[in-house]
């Protein structure tokens, strides 16, 4: 049999940890009953299960049990952050109408505002330092009298560079400015309290922490007006109609939990592997570490290396280890991201995206570093 793919690639997603397998299995087929009918036993039974997921999520985030609104995913969560502040701003009657983000923001916070941007709001994108960290300065001259909202995600999907979410909190909420913070690859893995930072709006994906496909949460500060964008029904108090998955929901908070008690510890012992695996990486000449000045995420290292094509070398790795050049939202282009660090079309797509996970091991790192220096050095050569 061949060796198994060494799988470096935990940012586009994580495997379901084997406890959440085991907290969801009975809700599939032996408690599968609606949450919603609220006339028979087994379905007060799957709603007790979701309201007890919601009190240990808001439990592990510090936050109230009805800020937390259960969606399919941080995609999903971050379109009704967006599009629903703005909607509910029209239906208000209010004049806010301008959007700010950053360059280096995932499609699933781009892509909303660039659409409310052709719907009568104005979009500001802000570019971005070499390190991928925002210019404090520059957003706060960006901001405006009419400025209804700043999106910044806590910890970037392909560089791994985290933002000074609470700087930019702060100045939000000194102007009466909704913040929101997609934190998909931020809640389990590095300290988070929405509430105490005074996040408006954060998004959390199950998939990116150990938990299952399919599931995120929304979470709403008290006094967040949002227009809900499914209609259908009146579930999430109207925010979100839709059947409640009750196993993935069961899951996430089990993820969530198993996610904030290892926390810690897994980060000291990834950042460890991490750095081990950039001194092999950077003993090969030419490899150029991508958002290196800048506080990042443990489980991440991102780099671009000299005299390489990138799909050759991508296609050089493939049986061996399982990376990405960047967002797997986006294959195929060269990263949005690195281009927004000063990364030339060609630099960015000469780009590698480890992602570490909890069950990463030092020989593990030994070998992906064995194999990304013997492709490089063919390829150089050929
Ligand atoms: C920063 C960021 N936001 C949003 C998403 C989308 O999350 P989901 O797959 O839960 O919709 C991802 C996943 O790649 C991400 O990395």
Redesign the pocket.
């Known amino acids: 049999m061949a060796d198994p793919v060494i799988y470096l690639d935990h940012?586009?997603?994580t495997p379901c940890d084997p406890e959440v397998v085991g907290a969801m299995a009975p809700w599939w087929s032996e408690q599968f009953a609606n949450p919603a009918s609220r006339g028979h036993r087994p379905g007060l039974l799957a709603a007790a299960a979701v309201e007890q997921a919601r009190e240990r999520i808001a439990a592990g985030l510090g936050v109230p049990t009805s800020a937390v609104v259960f969606t399919?995913?941080?995609?999903?969560?971050?379109n009704l952050a967006l599009k629903g502040l703005a909607e509910a701003e029209l239906q208000a009657g209010g004049a806010r109408r301008h959007l700010i983000t950053l360059a280096s923001?995932?499609?699933?916070?781009l892509d909303p505002l660039r659409y409310l941007s052709r719907h009568g709001f104005s979009l500001t994108e802000l570019p971005v330092q070499p390190s991928g960290l925002v210019d404090l300065e520059r957003l706060q001259a960006a901001l405006r009298p009419d400025t209804l909202l700043v999106s910044a995600?806590a910890?970037?999907?392909e560089i791994g560079v985290l933002q000074p979410i609470e700087a930019i909190a702060r100045l939000c909420r000194e102007r009466g400015i909704r913040f929101h913070c997609?934190?998909?690859?931020a809640v389990g893995h590095i300290p988070l309290q929405p509430a105490a930072l005074g996040i408006d709006l954060l998004?959390v994906?199950?998939?990116?922490l150990y938990g299952p496909?399919?599931?995120?949460v929304l979470l709403v500060a008290e006094g967040v007006h949002l227009a809900p964008q499914l209609h259908g029904g009146a579930q999430e108090q109207g925010l979100r109609a839709g059947t409640l998955p009750v196993p993935l929901i069961v899951g996430l908070a089990r993820a969530l939990e198993l996610a904030l008690a290892d926390r810690e510890a897994r980060a000291t012992r990834l950042a460890a592997l991490r750095d081990r695996l950039w001194q092999r990486l950077n003993a090969l000449d030419g490899v150029h570490r991508n958002g290196a000045d800048a506080p990042r995420l443990a489980h991440n290292l991102n780099v671009w290396i000299e005299g390489v094509d990138g799909n050759q070398l991508q296609r050089a790795l493939r049986q061996v280890v399982a990376v990405s050049g960047g967002?797997?939202?986006s294959s195929g282009q060269p990263s949005h991201v690195l281009q927004a660090l000063g990364l030339t079309r060609r630099q960015a797509a000469a780009a590698l995206r480890f992602g570490l996970g909890r069950g990463t091991t030092a020989s593990e790192i030994e070998a992906a570093a064995d194999a990304v220096a013997a492709a490089v050095q063919d390829l150089r050569r050929a």
């Open positions: 940012q586009a997603t399919s995913g941080a995609t999903e969560a971050n923001e995932h499609r699933a916070v995600m910890a970037n999907n997609d934190a998909a690859q998004s994906s199950g998939h990116k496909k399919g599931i995120g967002s797997a939202c």
